[in-house]
């Protein structure tokens, strides 16, 4: 499997800035995805990260709150914005080698608004 | 909306003993794949099962499908200490293609007494 590398591991912020997350993977791989971890809840699909194009996102998250970019096949970057204590959560990396494949994760990113 | 559910939501056992989690889904599916999670860490991929499979191993680890009744099991065989985590059942729908995101259960935390 792919190793993926996300970037930072950890932050705390303050209310209204923006903080960008990084997910560097050691190969290609055909899909990338992220994902949001609220307190002790489960994950849920933030939207899918198209290599070239804007990414697809899930109903409930608008790319203004979160833009996605990914320039290549093996790096992307999510952003959190204007941030507020709402947003305290996890946020985890995901990608697919190949159609039909495991979906594997990133350590993720454990974000605190005060 | 999250599609998955897990039962129970949270088990302790004593450490030998078996440990069984049990997932639904609602609707048709490509696969479905149990993780874990340590202490609000990154996930652990353990197993892919496929739709037109029924029963997969992995070591101490098995895992049942039963697409009629829409359901999953994960059984941890003579469980340790090490195995104390959050489970996680994640689907891939079929509606997708394979190129979707994972639709997750809300998990069983599992707790194994030494």
């Known amino acids: 499997s792919a190793v993926i590398s996300q970037k930072p591991s950890r932050d705390i912020c303050q209310r209204g800035t923006s903080l960008t997350i990084q997910c560097q993977v050691d190969?290609?791989?055909?899909?990338m995805f992220w994902y949001r971890q609220q307190p002790g809840q489960s994950l849920t699909l933030i939207a899918t990260?198209?290599?070239?194009?804007?990414?697809?996102?899930e109903s409930g998250f608008v790319i203004d709150k979160f833009p996605i970019s990914r320039p290549n096949l093996t790096f992307s970057t999510l952003t959190v914005s204007n941030m507020s204590p709402e947003d305290s959560s996890i946020y985890l990396c995901s990608v697919v080698i190949g159609l039909g494949q495991p979906q594997h994760f990133g350590d993720g990113t454990r974000l605190s608004i005060l | 909306s999250q599609q998955g559910e897990e039962d129970p939501q949270a088990l302790s056992i004593q450490e030998g003993e078996n440990a069984t989690m049990n997932c639904s889904y609602k609707?048709?599916?490509?696969?479905l794949q149990w993780y874990r999670q340590n202490s609000g860490r990154g996930l652990v991929h353990l197993i892919l099962i496929r739709s037109n499979e029924r029963e997969k191993h992995s070591g101490r680890l098995r895992v049942t499908l039963d697409t009629s009744k829409k359901s999953s099991s994960l059984l941890i065989t003579a469980s340790r200490a090490a195995d104390t985590a959050s489970y996680f059942c994640a689907t891939d729908a079929e509606s997708g293609g394979g190129a979707d995101g994972l639709t997750f259960g809300k998990g069983t935390h599992l707790i194994i007494q030494p």
């Open positions: 990260a198209n290599q070239g194009s804007e990414a697809t996102y």
């Open positions: 609707t048709s599916i490509n696969n």
């Open positions: 190969s290609q791989v055909t899909m």
